[in-house]
């Protein structure tokens, strides 16, 4: 038996890279071609694979190690003949996975192939598959875009997959898509008209090419469903497009509850390749390796613990029998598929899309409503004093400009109540409950686009007429559509008023990763007994819904019940 030292093969433009992950360690008995470890550098990762079959002795390289073409990462005890320490060819190397488009992009990996149609033009623009390496005849398996959507350059248009890698089809230009060229299932080659935009061309030289996959990637194909990171309305428009073509049936598809986050499950192309194999959304899994980063192991344990029941994942929830056509497959959910029904046989119809926010809002509750065990306790609340004393204010404050709202009084009474019950404060972590210290409280706002939740921080800080004030700010902003990202993070709890509309009671959810909800309805005076008569009250119906894996009945029942007492009478959040 030969001892061969394994180096790194010409890993093309990459100065140095970094080790990533060992996938093997000394002892391990090994294949030809095997992956050995994943490198890593700003623009893509990439692994290994060994040039020979053999038993590992001795690595040479570890975690965090830079390494460059001809470095030895191991040192092989081989099996059978061996020639020479032949580093493996270049052909059995090929990034696979790659960190974004945008990096992919400026790769020199990446070909880049000047687009006749593009250069100087503007108005209406062909787009056409540039060059992606030794590949033909490559299946579309995930369409990005369809007509009517804003393309950004450089902006994923559909996903191609060959037998050995899959890469993202950026659009060289951007415009508004007036025509795809191309469906899920079709095979498509360099040069084929994939797209027609109406827009602002870009300049040739810069025009768009594929993540890079030039060869036989012996790696697997980086999962379509992970790999990609879209924008949301591309994000949008391709769950729309799994759900409503037949052929998205056997392609993994988009998790449509996962609102897009804009950043990839870190993991090597092997482990994307195992999560697949096995069905795991990569974007559930927590990564326990350094950065975050997803291995071998977190996917098995992730695995177990669906299998045992201890989690019931997001995407099980998604990969609902609409979106596939199909029945029930036992694990999971197992629900019977989505009714398809031909409205048109029944009347006239008309077809809307779901806003931006519908859709971003809809996914989220979606997930928390499955996720979540919801239970939901039912209350009232005698207000009669306090709205008296609400008015009197209103009326004295007229001037001031301000008016002070039922709803800052509740969320100065939630305050009150969470301190009381910690655990309505707080968040789930695996096995761990996240007590926060601090009191942001968000409130469920209707906009003509949708429902948006914009938060008060430190809301323990602030009187009742500043935080009216606030909210009347930023329901004014919810309105005009104008409310950042920053609005609507860090919330502990929510509450959601319908006061000003109607109704009497209802089940609101929650809003993950809070653990409680507080559901508001309109107030009307009824007879109370108060022991001798009945006296003409003003009764606020309460509604909390609350996560039942970390709140018990009793402590709910108790908080409704202790939120009542503060209502009724004020002066107790002073205690
Ligand atoms: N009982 C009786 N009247 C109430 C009340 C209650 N619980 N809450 C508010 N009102 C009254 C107000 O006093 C006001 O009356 P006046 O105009 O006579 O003063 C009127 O109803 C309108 O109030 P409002 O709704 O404009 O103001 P608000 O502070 O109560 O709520 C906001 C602000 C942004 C929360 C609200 O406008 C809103 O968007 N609510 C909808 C939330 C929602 O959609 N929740 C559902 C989420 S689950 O799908």
């Given at each position: 038996?030969?001892?061969?030292?394994?180096?790194?093969?010409?890993?093309?433009?990459?100065?140095?890279?970094?080790?990533?992950?060992?996938?093997?360690?000394?002892?391990?008995?090994?294949?030809?071609?095997?992956?050995?470890?994943?490198?890593?550098?700003?623009?893509?990762?990439?692994?290994?694979?060994?040039?020979?079959?053999?038993?590992?002795?001795?690595?040479?390289?570890?975690?965090?190690?830079?390494?460059?073409?001809?470095?030895?990462?191991?040192?092989?005890?081989?099996?059978?003949?061996?020639?020479?320490?032949?580093?493996?060819?270049?052909?059995?190397?090929?990034?696979?996975?790659?960190?974004?488009?945008?990096?992919?992009?400026?790769?020199?990996?990446?070909?880049?192939?000047?687009?006749?149609?593009?250069?100087?033009?503007?108005?209406?623009?062909?787009?056409?598959?540039?060059?992606?390496?030794?590949?033909?005849?490559?299946?579309?398996?995930?369409?990005?875009?369809?007509?009517?959507?804003?393309?950004?350059?450089?902006?994923?248009?559909?996903?191609?997959?060959?037998?050995?890698?899959?890469?993202?089809?950026?659009?060289?230009?951007?415009?508004?898509?007036?025509?795809?060229?191309?469906?899920?299932?079709?095979?498509?080659?360099?040069?084929?008209?994939?797209?027609?935009?109406?827009?602002?061309?870009?300049?040739?030289?810069?025009?768009?090419?594929?993540?890079?996959?030039?060869?036989?990637?012996?790696?697997?194909?980086?999962?379509?469903?992970?790999?990609?990171?879209?924008?949301?309305?591309?994000?949008?428009?391709?769950?729309?497009?799994?759900?409503?073509?037949?052929?998205?049936?056997?392609?993994?598809?988009?998790?449509?509850?996962?609102?897009?986050?804009?950043?990839?499950?870190?993991?090597?192309?092997?482990?994307?390749?195992?999560?697949?194999?096995?069905?795991?959304?990569?974007?559930?899994?927590?990564?326990?390796?350094?950065?975050?980063?997803?291995?071998?192991?977190?996917?098995?344990?992730?695995?177990?613990?669906?299998?045992?029941?201890?989690?019931?994942?997001?995407?099980?929830?998604?990969?609902?029998?609409?979106?596939?056509?199909?029945?029930?497959?036992?694990?999971?959910?197992?629900?019977?598929?989505?009714?398809?029904?031909?409205?048109?046989?029944?009347?006239?119809?008309?077809?809307?899309?779901?806003?931006?926010?519908?859709?971003?809002?809809?996914?989220?509750?979606?997930?928390?409503?499955?996720?979540i065990p919801h239970v939901?306790?039912?209350?009232?609340?005698?207000?009669?004093?306090?709205?008296?004393?609400?008015?009197?204010?209103?009326?004295?404050?007229?001037?001031?400009?301000?008016?002070?709202?039922?709803?800052?009084?509740?969320?100065?009474?939630?305050?009150?109540?969470?301190?009381?019950f910690p655990e309505f404060n707080a968040s789930l972590d695996?096995d761990q409950l996240v007590l926060?210290?601090?009191?942001?409280?968000?409130?469920?706002?209707?906009?003509?686009?949708?429902?948006?939740?914009?938060?008060?921080?430190?809301?323990?800080?602030?009187?009742?007429?500043?935080?009216?004030?606030?909210?009347?700010?930023?329901?004014?902003?919810?309105?005009?559509?104008?409310?950042?990202?920053?609005?609507?993070?860090?919330?502990?709890?929510?509450?959601?008023?319908?006061?000003?509309?109607?109704?009497?009671?209802?089940?609101?959810?929650i809003?993950a990763p809070e653990v409680a909800?507080?559901?508001?309805?309109?107030?009307?005076?009824?007879?109370?007994?108060?022991?001798?008569?009945?006296?003409?009250?003003?009764?606020?119906?309460?509604?909390?819904?609350w996560d039942h894996r970390v709140i018990d009945?009793?402590a709910a029942?108790?908080?409704?019940?202790?939120?009542?007492?503060?209502?009724?009478?004020?002066?107790?959040?002073?205690?």
């Amino acid at each position: 038996m030969a001892m061969v030292e394994i180096q790194v093969p010409d890993i093309g433009d990459f100065d140095e890279v970094t080790v990533i992950e060992l996938l093997v360690k000394p002892g391990d008995s090994i294949q030809a071609d095997q992956s050995l470890l994943t490198v890593e550098s700003d623009k893509a990762s990439m692994e290994i694979p060994s040039s020979h079959a053999g038993v590992v002795k001795e690595l040479r390289v570890k975690l965090g190690d830079k390494v460059k073409q001809g470095s030895v990462v191991l040192l092989l005890e081989a099996a059978g003949a061996v020639s020479a320490a032949a580093p493996v060819s270049e052909e059995k190397m090929a990034p696979v996975q790659v960190n974004n488009v945008e990096t992919a992009i400026d790769s020199g990996a990446s070909a880049s192939v000047p687009d006749p149609s593009v250069a100087g033009a503007s108005g209406v623009i062909e787009i056409r598959v540039p060059d992606i390496g030794d590949f033909k005849d490559v299946t579309v398996i995930e369409v990005l875009a369809k007509p009517g959507d804003v393309v950004k350059v450089e902006q994923s248009l559909v996903t191609v997959e060959s037998d050995k890698a899959s890469m993202e089809i950026p659009s060289s230009s951007a415009g508004v898509l007036k025509e795809l060229k191309v469906k899920l299932g079709d095979k498509i080659n360099i040069g084929d008209l994939l797209a027609v935009l109406e827009g602002t061309a870009r300049p040739a030289a810069s025009a768009a090419a594929p993540a890079p996959a030039t060869a036989s990637v012996e790696a697997a194909p980086a999962d379509a469903s992970q790999a990609s990171a879209p924008p949301p309305a591309a994000a949008a428009s391709a769950a729309a497009a799994a759900s409503s073509s037949s052929a998205s049936a056997s392609q993994p598809a988009h998790d449509p509850t996962v609102a897009p986050s804009g950043a990839l499950p870190h993991a090597s192309p092997s482990v994307r390749k195992f999560a697949r194999e096995l069905g795991v959304p990569l974007a559930e899994v927590k990564g326990g390796g350094p950065n975050g980063r997803i291995t071998l192991e977190d996917v098995q344990a992730f695995t177990k613990s669906v299998m045992s029941g201890e989690a019931r994942t997001q995407a099980q929830a998604a990969r609902s029998p609409a979106a596939s056509g199909t029945g029930g497959s036992g694990v999971g959910l197992d629900l019977l598929p989505w009714p398809k029904v031909d409205f048109t046989k029944f009347g006239d119809v008309e077809r809307k899309d779901l806003s931006r926010i519908k859709k971003i809002s809809g996914a989220n509750l979606h997930r928390n409503w499955v996720m979540i065990p919801h239970v939901c306790n039912h209350d009232d609340a005698d207000i009669t004093e306090l709205e008296n004393f609400r008015v009197l204010m209103n009326k004295e404050n007229e001037k001031a400009g301000v008016k002070i709202t039922m709803l800052a009084f509740l969320i100065k009474a939630s305050v009150a109540a969470l301190k009381k019950f910690p655990e309505f404060n707080a968040s789930l972590d695996g096995d761990q409950l996240v007590l926060k210290k601090y009191y942001n409280v968000a409130f469920a706002a209707d906009t003509p686009n949708g429902l948006v939740v914009p938060v008060i921080k430190n809301a323990d800080q602030k009187g009742v007429v500043q935080i009216s004030q606030e909210m009347g700010e930023l329901a004014k902003k919810a309105r005009d559509g104008k409310l950042g990202p920053a609005d609507m993070q860090g919330a502990c709890f929510t509450i959601s008023s319908l006061g000003g509309i109607g109704g009497r009671y209802f089940t609101p959810i929650i809003n993950a990763p809070e653990v409680a909800i507080l559901g508001v309805c309109k107030s009307q005076t009824e007879p109370v007994w108060d022991g001798k008569v009945f006296q003409p009250r003003l009764m606020l119906p309460l509604s909390l819904s609350w996560d039942h894996r970390v709140i018990d009945g009793a402590a709910a029942a108790r908080f409704n019940a202790y939120l009542g007492q503060i209502l009724g009478d004020f002066r107790r959040v002073l205690l």
